[in-house]
């Protein structure tokens, strides 16, 4: 379904990013970009795919079961610093830039606006939105200069027929950039910004064959969340060191239940490829129907 090169943020352990990673790899891109702030958990990643890759099984490492070339680097994408570091890697190292994903995030402060700080703003807008926004730029400079590809028919026929591509970018946004809920003003905000972007950049992209969409997960069975059933705490008390009770968030979806970091990656992996090559500046939501009850 896919070909050549491919950028992950927030690619580490064993959550949505590493699924899309992993995907990604299954699918036959050849070359990979990843990146994420804990250099033990890129790893992981890392390891995960060269394991695939080195299986029995040839579908589980790409096309031809030849395993894709991977650029890991490790840093903190709120650092205008390391997102420029980063995209001068992706120029030296690959040329171009097919797809990107935008993952990178950060969860909540889970406290409503009068009592959230300053700090808790900048921290989870800096990440969630700001840098987000500032990769998006560095991958459409690139793409925006690049030639058109296809992986399914020649150039030229699927020029004819408005299908090829000069990049695809799929940011990570959330079912609550969508909807709100208690104690997240500011984590919705981020996300719904995120809504707003992929939007205002797709127009702009259009002209250049470049496709700009985002993913709106649910609540995802990821190391955030795997703890979460669990006996609520005391009326009034909240601990911020472990995620919070969202059984009751959970059953509100009419699917009441977690959805997996696969999942999300299947439609991730979906809209970056030319099999999307019609859906431009959409949000498709992944949550088992939360946000339509």
């Known amino acids: 379904m896919l070909s050549g090169v491919a950028l992950i943020t927030g690619a580490g352990g064993c959550g949505i990013g590493s699924a899309i990673s992993r995907a990604f790899a299954k699918s ?3 070359k990979l970009i990843l ?9 992981q990643t890392v390891d995960a795919i060269k394991s695939a890759s080195s299986s029995s099984s040839s579908s589980a490492a790409g096309a031809g079961g030849i395993p894709p070339e991977i650029l890991a680097l490790d840093g903190d994408i709120s650092d205008t610093r390391f997102i420029d570091h980063l995209f001068d890697q992706v120029r030296s190292k690959f040329g ?8 990178a995030g950060i969860s909540g402060n889970n406290q409503p606006s009068d009592q959230s700080s300053i700090s808790d703003f900048d921290k989870i807008t800096n990440i969630n939105y700001r840098a987000l926004w500032y990769c998006s730029k560095k991958e459409l400079e690139i793409m925006k200069t690049q030639e058109i590809s296809s992986q399914a028919q020649t ?8 299908r090829g591509q000069r990049g695809s970018i799929v940011n990570i946004a959330s079912q609550l950039g969508i909807v709100g809920r208690p104690d997240a003003p500011i984590y919705c905000a981020s996300k719904s910004a995120v809504i707003g972007l992929t939007r205002c950049d797709a127009i702009d992209a259009a002209p250049y064959q470049i496709r700009v969409n985002a993913v709106c997960p649910g609540i995802i069975h990821t190391p ?4 979460s059933l669990r006996p609520a705490l ?4 909240k601990d911020m060191q472990r995620p919070m009770d969202l059984t009751e968030s959970v059953n509100i979806a009419p699917m009441r239940r977690m959805g997996t970091p696969e999942e999300v990656a299947d439609v991730v992996v979906f809209l970056s490829s030319e099999k999307a090559s019609f859906v431009q500046g959409a949000s498709w939501v992944v949550d088992g129907g939360y946000t339509i009850n």
């Open 28 to 30: 036959g891109a050849t």
């Open 155 to 162: 150039q030229t026929q699927m020029q004819a027929q408005g």
């Open 96 to 103: 171009r830039l097919d797809y990107a994903i935008n993952n």
């Open 234 to 237: 005391i009326e009034g008390k």
């Open 35 to 43: 990146t994420d702030i804990n250099p033990k958990t890129l790893a």
């Open 224 to 227: 955030m969340t795997d703890n």
